[in-house]
């Protein structure tokens, strides 16, 4: 008779998932217990860290600055009404089902997230913006709706969003000198509309910037060649804060201008953000030129397409489709990097933090809260940056990049 | 078609296109404009920038940089007073950029191997834990990271100088950074140069014989090994060679008792005092030995890991073994046996803690330290005293011919001429010099022996009085820029060497699994190779991108390239040359990666074939 055999090992289930990955061997079964246990003493003492040892009041007192430094409270419906036009924009656009609204859509679906939390914390915390992130929640979900009901408004939405630009900077700059809509001086703008301002203009207005200089850059016209080439090169060769420096330094004296004020430290650092970013966007864009086959520019002609209708309908289209990956790190690279104005004397996000470890109230802390600030840096900088990177890694999936 | 219209074909292909319809013209047209305009634009900017800066009497060309700088530099790879000049400043911004790069470079590129390696692996905590390091890293600004470094050092949750950790090899730790011993360059040095050019050369001999033998050969093999060994070989039997050698004549030491500092130079005219003119020996190995002495302090309440402490004392670090009898008691001990003070060492004899023995254990007990009486809680507060016959310690100068002892005194003031509340600074000031007694005083009885040495001399670091002396010094800015730097390029490096791992076709794994390879030796010889190839280029990027990054250095108060320009164009307000400065030194480091990167991607071409 023959001998019932054991039960083969499972192959499914936690049991074989742990076996699998976690104690595959000796050697790999000491190194889980060996990291679990530095793994678990590092997480404990972080987190015993950050609920019983850190000082958050000072973060949470100075939110406002955080968020706009010191733009007038009376008039912080301004910036409200702006981020809730974004959303709505943003809603609108996630509702659509082709690839490029993938990238919008993971982008919205963690903001409305952000902002039904701001919401919540909002009407039980903050009477003087009780009902502001309510409205941008609700301004999302409406954006969405509309867009899923009346499919056609998409259609719209480039020129909305280049309506939007307008009405953005009018909110935030303001018209008149007195009234709803009174000036606000940029010396006010700071915190993380700042920072937003820099990166959103940084990323803009270098688009159609950095498609010309790779168009020149890939000219057959050898001085405009050498020109772009130059640029490119000199830019991308020295680090950012340099530029910054140097644009808070020479942008007055280049424009002969005899008062330096009258050019505010905010257009300098614009200037500098948006010619650096430039210069990365031409190499992006380069390398999608360079992606597109030579059949496609001689189908082209062949079609009787002349050299700026191949260029524009035929070439960029496929270029720029193949570089939506590289551009969105650029825009993560420049959002971080915006961090930098703080050399130009500019109170963005980072350098509140600043302004906020000198605070009286926090020097009174034992050892600073510049551990807190940093951490509370850190967690904001890394929400938006890693939405942005998690939304274009799906796009890359979708877009069949990686996958051969 | 008609013959009319094939005539008249031929006719139009035989006339000549109007010049403002040809191609070529246009585009000679096009780029004449352009180059017009574009002269035009700078000579508007030129013409501007030079009327502005003689109208505000700025500096608009490179003769500043033979002025006098007069900016305290903390960290100077070369020698640097404030007497240097502005050129010489911008040359150790340029050195300290170097210094952090190449540094950061080197361990970025194993961290990041390291963390990109763990991302393929089979263990999901390992896996998990670096796909975390990724995302987190890669998604927070390089400034944030900084700041985080550097507070994280300063406050102190590392110790502080005045407790700092003794590292194995002694190495000293504190949040005044990390001290190092290393190697200096003795006054022997010169005996050992021919031997090291010998050294080079046979080297060199031994490299491209042996190429020239494999290639001869036609067999693949390593010609570099026996070369660097034929090289280290002649190097180490010339440095035995050599031995020590006799002092430099005229070798003497000059001491300075209020400041602790020995100076060694060559006594030219043999009077015992340094001389403006004589010069000074860098590097000299000396042994101080002090007959007999003391150092006194109050005890402090600080904070230490963002906690209060309190009634602690710290000497400069001693250890036991540099004293013949050493003995740490109380300034004045009936007042302190009047209250029952009693001391506590953490380390006999530089730290401890004043308490009074509540329970009657004989020993301390945490809250002991605290005076109940006090109308806020606070330690005790009280002058400890330490004496001491028969101290002895072996220095090595620096590259001023400088080296610092502890500020012993011989005697006491009376206790109650230093108050109860002694700052910080006076902390370590020498006793005899805060008031009291003149008539007490008599002077330090310290001897120094200038010791022989070989050539190279081996510094080991130590705390006179509040700071480093001697080895190297890695301040906690440094540091701070450094390991912000390594942990946040390594993030991006860790990517691209998955990326190279993964585009490893996985039929080349299965084939050296099939030639019977173990995973380590596939790993060697077959998958990292090939992945080599896809992954220097961008590795190659990211090096330039540290290089450039290093410019946030001003977060963490580093004085590189940049932070030494912007100070050099405050003082100077040449802020036009300045930025030319800045800009080539930048774009020259870019170029030498740039010439690297080429290297490489036409040996990896190469190597295709």
């Known amino acids: 008779m023959i001998e019932a055999r054991k039960p083969p090992i499972r192959q499914t289930g936690p049991v074989a998932w742990a076996r699998r990955n976690l104690f595959g061997g000796i050697a790999d079964t000491i190194v889980t217990l060996v990291g679990g246990a530095l793994l678990v003493w590092a997480l404990y003492s972080l987190l015993t860290w950050v609920f019983t040892g850190a000082h958050w009041e000072q973060v949470w007192n100075n939110l406002k600055l955080f968020a706009v430094y010191r733009f007038p409270t009376h008039l912080l419906w301004r910036p409200f009404t702006m981020v809730a036009l974004v959303m709505f924009l943003l809603g609108i656009g996630a509702a659509g089902d082709k690839y490029e609204s993938l990238i919008v859509r993971g982008v919205f679906r963690w903001f409305m997230y952000a902002a039904g939390a701001l919401a919540v914390v909002g009407l039980v915390f903050w009477p003087s913006v009780r009902f502001g992130w309510l409205a941008v929640a609700l301004a999302g979900m409406a954006g969405l709706g509309l867009g899923t009901v009346v499919p056609s408004v998409r259609r719209l939405l480039p020129w909305l969003w280049g309506a939007s630009v307008v009405v953005a900077f009018l909110l935030l700059y303001g018209v008149f000198e007195d009234g709803p809509l009174v000036r606000v001086s940029t010396r006010l703008w700071g915190g993380f509309l700042l920072t937003l301002v820099l990166s959103v203009v940084g990323i803009v207005v270098s688009f159609p910037l950095g498609i010309l ?25 020295a680090p950012l804060i340099t530029w910054l420096f140097i644009a808070s330094l020479l942008v007055p004296l280049l424009l002969g201008l005899s008062d330096p004020d009258s050019i505010s430290a905010l257009a300098r650092s614009m200037v500098a953000v948006t010619l650096f970013s430039a210069a990365y966007m031409a190499e992006n864009v380069r ?28 070439v960029l289209p496929q270029a720029l489709r193949a570089v939506i990956p590289a551009i969105v790190g650029q825009a993560i690279g420049l959002f971080k990097d ?21 605070q009286p109230a926090s020097l009174l802390v034992p050892g600073g809260i510049r551990l807190e600030l940093s951490l509370f840096l850190a967690v904001v900088y890394w929400f938006f940056a890693y939405r942005m990177s998690a939304a274009s890694r799906q796009l890359e999936t979708q877009l069949g990049v990686g996958v051969r | 078609m ?17 010049f403002y319809r040809n191609v070529r013209t246009i585009g000679v047209l096009a780029q004449v404009v352009f180059a017009v305009v574009l002269v035009a634009a700078a000579y508007v900017v030129y013409h501007n920038v030079t009327t502005a800066l003689r109208s505000a009497n700025l500096p608009s060309d490179f003769g500043f940089l033979d002025q006098r700088a007069g900016i305290p530099l903390a960290e100077t790879p070369i020698r640097y007073t404030g007497e240097n000049s502005y050129g010489r400043a911008f040359l150790i911004g340029v050195l300290n950029t170097l210094k952090v790069a190449l540094v950061g470079v080197a361990f970025a590129t194993v961290l990041g191997v390291v963390i990109g390696v763990m991302r393929l692996s089979r263990n999901f905590l390992m896996r998990g834990f670096a796909t975390v390091y990724v995302e987190t890293l890669r998604n927070t600004p390089l400034a944030v990271q900084i700041i985080f470094w550097y507070t994280a050092f300063l406050t102190p949750l590392p110790p502080r100088i005045l407790n700092a950790v003794r590292l194995p090899g002694g190495a000293l730790f504190s949040n005044q950074g990390v001290a190092l011993p290393w190697p200096y360059p003795s006054y022997h040095f010169g005996a050992w140069v021919p031997y090291l050019v010998a050294a080079v050369a046979i080297g060199a001999a031994v490299w491209w014989l042996r190429r020239r033998q494999l290639r001869l050969a036609d067999r693949p093999g390593n010609a570099f090994g026996p070369g660097l060994l034929a090289a280290l070989v002649v190097a180490v039997a010339g440095y035995l060679l050599v031995g020590k050698g006799s002092l430099p004549s005229g070798a003497a030491t000059a001491f300075r008792e209020t400041s602790g500092v020995v100076t060694v130079f060559r006594d030219l005219n043999g009077d015992g005092v340094k001389q403006f003119l004589e010069p000074f020996i860098p590097f000299a190995a000396v042994t101080a030995r002090v007959a007999e002495g003391g150092l006194e302090v109050q005890t402090q309440n600080l904070v230490e890991s963002r906690r209060y402490v309190y009634g602690r004392f710290y000497f400069p ?18 007042a302190a046996a009047e209250s029952d003070l009693a001391i506590h060492f953490f380390q006999f004899p530089s730290r401890g803690v004043v308490y009074r023995d509540r329970d009657g254990d004989g020993a301390w007990d945490q809250g002991e330290e605290l005076d109940p009486d006090a109308p806020s809680p606070r330690g005790f507060s009280a002058a400890v005293r330490l004496s001491f016959t028969g101290f002895e310690r072996t220095l090595v100068a620096n590259r001023n011919g400088e080296a610092r002892i502890p500020r012993f005194a011989t005697t006491f003031a009376a206790s109650e001429s230093r108050g109860a509340n002694v700052s910080p600074a006076q902390l370590f000031a020498p006793p005899a010099a805060a008031g009291g007694g003149e008539d007490e005083e008599e002077p330090l009885q310290a001897e120094f022996t200038i010791q022989t040495s070989r050539p190279l ?21 440094y540091l701070a820029l450094l390991i912000a730097l390594v942990v946040y390029t390594a993030s991006f490096i860790a990517e691209i060497v998955r990326a190279g791992l993964l ?37 190659i990027s990211q090096f330039l991108n540290l290089t450039k990054n290093s410019s946030l250095a001003p977060l963490a108060a580093y004085s590189e390239l940049f932070a030494i320009s912007i100070i050099i164009a405050n003082q100077t307000g040449a802020t036009v040359p300045v930025t030319l400065m ?8 870019s170029l030498l990666f740039a010439l690297v990167l080429n290297i490489v991607n036409a040996r990896m071409a190469l190597v295709e074939r």
């Open chain 1, 213 to 237: 200089l790779a168009l020149g850059r890939r000219s057959d016209l050898p001085v405009i060649k050498v020109a772009c080439t130059a640029f490119i090169e000199v830019v991308r060769g």
């Open chain 1, 287 to 314: 390398g999608g030129l360079q992606a597109v086959p030579r059949g496609q520019v001689e189908a082209a002609r062949a079609l009787g397409l002349s050299g700026w209708q191949t260029t524009l309908l035929i």
């Open chain 1, 338 to 358: 915006t961090s930098l104005v703080f050399i130009v004397g500019l109170f963005d996000f980072f350098n509140v933090a600043d302004v906020v470890a000198n």
């Open chain 2, 2 to 18: 008609s013959a009319e219209t094939i005539q008249r074909t031929a006719l139009g292909s035989q006339q000549r296109i109007p």
């Open chain 2, 317 to 334: 670090p001693f250890q036991e073994s540099e004293f013949e009898e050493v003995e740490v008691t109380f300034a004045d001990p009936e």
């Open chain 2, 457 to 477: 001399v081996w510094s080991k670091p130590t705390i006179p009085i509040s700071n480093y002396d001697g080895g190297v010094r890695l301040s906690t800015n």
């Open chain 2, 503 to 539: 585009a490893v076709p996985n039929g080349q794994r299965e084939a050296a699994k099939a030639l019977g390879l173990s995973d380590s030796q596939a790993f060697r010889f077959v998958i990292f190779p090939q992945a080599m190839r896809v992954i220097l280029p961008p590795l």
């Open chain 2, 582 to 589: 800045i800009i080539a030194a930048y774009l020259t480091i």
